[in-house]
C-alpha cells in the first residue's frame, strides 16, 4: 500500500482547519502545514495533529508556497488541500480504498471538488482538480494567483470527492496582488489575465473586466474551459452595465470553442425567451437538457442541465397552452430540486387549475 503525506499553506485559519484536519488525519501518513504568517490560534490548533510545522513568508505568490509545502513530504504521494476543504464520511471511505489499491504506475490522481451546496446539502456546481500526486515526479505548482498543479504522465480520475466549505473570504487578498504584479510590471501570462478579470468581475469593476477578458481571449494561449468561461463572465459583465446585445454575442462567442455547453444553451435559451420567441427558446433549452458530455475538469453548475432548463420549458411549453408538455418538465424540474418554492407552486397550480386529461 502506497503511503501519503498532507501538505497544506495556511494563514490565520483556526475556524476551520481543526475540521479539515480531522476528517483526512486517520488516513494520511504524515501531515505537513506550511503556514505563512498566522496571527491567531492555527498553529496551537495544529500542534494537536502533527509536529511537522514549518514557516515561510508571505511573498504574495501561492505557488511558491505550495511548492515549499511540496518539498516537506517524505511519502509516496502528496495530497493537498486547502483549510476550509474537508472529506464527507462517503469520501473518507473513498480514499481509503484509494489509498488501498492505487497502482504506484499512477502519476497523478484527480478528485471531484464540490465548490457549493444547497440548503439541504446537494451539490450545485463542482470541478475536478489534480488532488493526488506522486512525490517522485516533482510536480510544481504555476501562478501567483489562483495557481494550478502541473501534471503530466499516467493520470487517474478517482470517484473521491473533496469539499469546499468556506467560512469567510479575504476578498481584497487576490486582487491586491494582481495590482501590484501590474505596478512591479510583472509579466502576466494568459491565466493570470484571465484570473485578473475575474478579479474585477468579482469587485463590480465590469469595464475593466471587459477590457481583460477580451485581451485573453485575443491571446489565443487559454485553456478551452477558460476560453468558455471567459465569454460567459463577459456576458456577465455586459448584462451588469445592461448591454443585452453585448451579452447575447458574448454568449454566442463561445460556441466558437466547442459544442454548446448546457450553460450556453441556457443563457441563449433565456435570450430567445425575453423576446418571447418561444420555439426558438425551446431549441436551446431542450439542448441543455440533451447534453451528455462529461466535464472533467472543467467548472460545472449543475442546475444549466438539471432543473433549471426544465423549469424555463415549463414557462415556454404553457406560454404555447402545451399543458401536459408544461407539467412534465415542472415534474422532472421538482425530482432535481425538490425544495424549489416556484416549482413547487408550479405544481399546486397544476393540480388546482389545469385538467391534464384533456
Known sequence: MVTISLCMIVKNEE?????CLTSVKDIVDEINIVDTGSEDKTKDIVKEYTDRIFDFEWIEDFAAARNYSFQQATSDYILWLDADDIFTDENREKLKILKETLKPSIDAVSMTYNLSHDAEGTVISSLRRYRLVK?????????????????????????????????????????????????????????????????????????????????????KLGWIEDNIRACFNLADCYGFLEDKEMAFKSSLRSLQYDVPRPEACCRIGFHFMEQNKNTEAIHWYEKAISYKNELKLSFQNKSFFTWLPHLQLCVLYHRLNQLKKSYEHNEMALKYNPTNQTIINNKKYFEDNVNLEE
Open 15 to 19: 475556524e476551520v482547519i481543526g475540521r
Open 135 to 219: 512525490k517522485d515526479n516533482d510536480f510544481k505548482w504555476v501562478g501567483s494567483v489562483h495557481e494550478f498543479l502541473a501534471v503530466s504522465g499516467n493520470l487517474f480520475d478517482s470517484e473521491v470527492a473533496v469539499s469546499h466549505m468556506p467560512l469567510s473570504h479575504d476578498r481584497n487578498r487576490n486582487i491586491q496582488i494582481y495590482e501590484k504584479m501590474l505596478k512591479d510590471d510583472q509579466p502576466f501570462s494568459a491565466r493570470d489575465t484571465f484570473y485578473f478579470a475575474n478579479e474585477l468581475k468579482d469587485h463590480a469593476r465590469y469595464e475593466e473586466a471587459i477590457t481583460q477578458y477580451d485581451s485573453f481571449l485575443e491571446s
